[in-house]
T-cell receptor, first 109, second 112 residues
């Protein structure tokens, strides 16, 4: 079974804090993704990575950065959290098929 | 701009009925098609994928693909209240792209 894990299920942070969300996959997948999901807006791609140290911007990269130092691990960084970044964050990895982690529900106060 | 369209619903069906969920896509060269189920507050879970025209069955689920008409559907037979969820359609474009385009999902309610 493919397993994608995320470091936290729920997170509460204050405006201006630096936030790290971590994702680990155990299927040796080349591709990893970060999405956010908001009611009525669907899944929106923030960043993706197709190899170690490689990253590409998705549809909404502003306010975010990513790091992929090892193949199995893909981190999302909110440099200075803002209230409009309150959301559900979903990590995924893929070969031909994309599998999602359990999600992190982030609340920025 | 590649688009994947789904009716947001809710689609309401009685327990034991067949639920039919539809998805259309704009990129004629699309290669791979996926259905995910997402319960409220949870992450999407892959339930079916289909690559070729025709039907693919897995238990109570059948995915149907018609590339000429650019639609893919998901049939759920003998619907159960536990099938109540949002169903996301995802499509991967041609040219070896591994980045799926997701629809916004159809909410399904199965009432006893």
């Amino acid at each position: 079974d493919v397993k994608v894990t995320q470091s936290s299920r729920y997170l509460v942070k204050r405006t201006g804090e630096k936030v790290f969300l971590e994702c680990v996959q155990d299927m040796d997948h080349e591709n990893m993704f970060w999405y956010r999901q908001d009611p009525g807006l669907g899944l929106r791609l923030i960043y993706f990575s197709y190899d170690v140290k490689m990253k590409e911007k998705g549809d909404i990269p502003e306010g975010y950065s990513v790091s992929r130092e090892k193949k199995e691990r893909f981190s999302l960084i909110l440099e200075s959290a803002s209230t409009n970044q309150t959301s559900m964050y979903l990590c995924a990895s893929s070969g031909k098929t994309q599998y999602f982690g359990p999600g992190t529900r982030l609340l920025v106060l | 701009q590649k688009e994947v369209e789904q009716n947001s619903g809710p689609l309401s069906v009685p327990e034991g009925a067949i639920a039919s969920l539809n998805c259309t896509y704009s990129d004629r060269g699309s290669q791979s098609f996926f259905w995910y189920r997402q319960y409220s507050g949870k992450s999407p879970e892959l339930i079916m994928f289909i690559y070729s025209n025709g039907d693919k069955e897995d238990g109570r689920f059948t995915a149907q693909l018609n590339k000429a008409s650019q639609y893919v559907s998901l049939l759920i037979r003998d619907s159960q209240p536990s099938d109540s969820a949002t169903y996301l359609c995802a499509v991967t474009a041609s040219g070896g792209s591994y980045i799926p385009t997701f629809g916004r999902g159809t909410s399904l309610i199965v009432h006893p």
